[in-house]
């Protein structure tokens, strides 16, 4: 490790209450810190032995690389791949990673290794969950939307026929090792889509966070690292503070779903043609103006989030053929949806999720003002 890249790296830790699985962990954000992985790695995580698990892109992009970082411990590392993409985080994945983790000799002192996307992280967490019964996971996401959200908070798990996230547990991580130089080659959809979650961070928690995704939009755009690094690290600590308050998502962790309920029905209606990040901007500025609808947000919240959404080029009306009752239907079945209730996180200002009056943190919204929010959206 040399001493720049040891400087420029920060910390952000997650301490957990006692009773979670673990009493925390620590995540490390720097502009080339994967060249440190091995250091880190023998003071968060050692091991004998380290799993490594990619989808085929990212292993293509970085796999070699990590690869030789990890070695540099002295330990055995095995890389096993998986085809990419949302389709792939399945349980059958997650059997055939497990079996070749096994093949290649994994035993209980092993450690597994996630580098990817969300797709990646969910599913690696998982198998390293299961596997044997359990052994530590460190994360290595390289989208951006896993550096600021999915590789932190414990949920991992995959998919079913039946919907998104059905089978799964809570694994707190060992350690997160986050690099923005490896959003140099993230598709731009995906950077985008990323960067909707970073708005949502600042909504909930902070507006002059929003300002400043405002004012570096252009910056972002262009991956400039001192611009990227900065929103990785405001939101890093943001979800970070949320899980710590709220380890197993009884409470508080509710407020990371502001924009989700419409963003899931339209993913849903549109048979998730819609990148995730997109439906999330789209859902945002419905679910802002519908709090503004209930009385509970501020006139001119939802615009302020539509203005820095624009700005990083996120879609901000709904796709002109979907009608408000579609989202609303498919809103109402959706899983989280209680006895076709819809529940709704919702903005006291911006820059702060609003509390429920009986301390909760979803509200329901009748469907009446939920199709007027819709209407209004995609004027
Ligand atoms: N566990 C959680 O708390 C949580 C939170 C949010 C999202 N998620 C999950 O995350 C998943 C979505 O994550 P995602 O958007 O990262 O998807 P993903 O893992 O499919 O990554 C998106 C694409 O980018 C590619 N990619 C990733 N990093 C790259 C890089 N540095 N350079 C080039 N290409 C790169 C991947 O190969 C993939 O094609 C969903 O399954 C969602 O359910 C989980
Ligand atoms: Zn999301």
Redesign the pocket.
Known sequence: MTHTEAETALTVRVDLPAGASTIGYDIVIGAGILHTLGALLTAHAPAPHYGMVS?A??AG??GDRVTAAVRSTGAQVDLVRFP???RS?TRETWAALTDALLGHGLGRDGCLIAL???????LAGFVAATFMRGIPCVQVP??L??QI??SI?G??GVDTPAG??LVGAFLHPRLVVIDPL??A???DA?LR?GLAEAVKHAAIADAEYLDLILRDAPRLLEREVHALTRVIVRSVRIKAAVVARDPAELGERATLNFGHTIAHAVERVTAYAVP?GFAVAMGMVVEARLGELMGLTPRGTADRIRAALSALGLPVGLPADLTADAILAAAATDKKARAGRVRFALLAEPGRAARAPHGGWTFDAAPDLVRAALTRASL
């Open positions: 989808d892109r990212v992009l970085y990419g993409g949302e985080k990817g996307g969300g797709v990646t992280t969910d390289t989208s939307l896993a959200d999915a908070g949920k991992t998104k996230n490896v959003l080659t993230l598709p995906e889509s995730h």
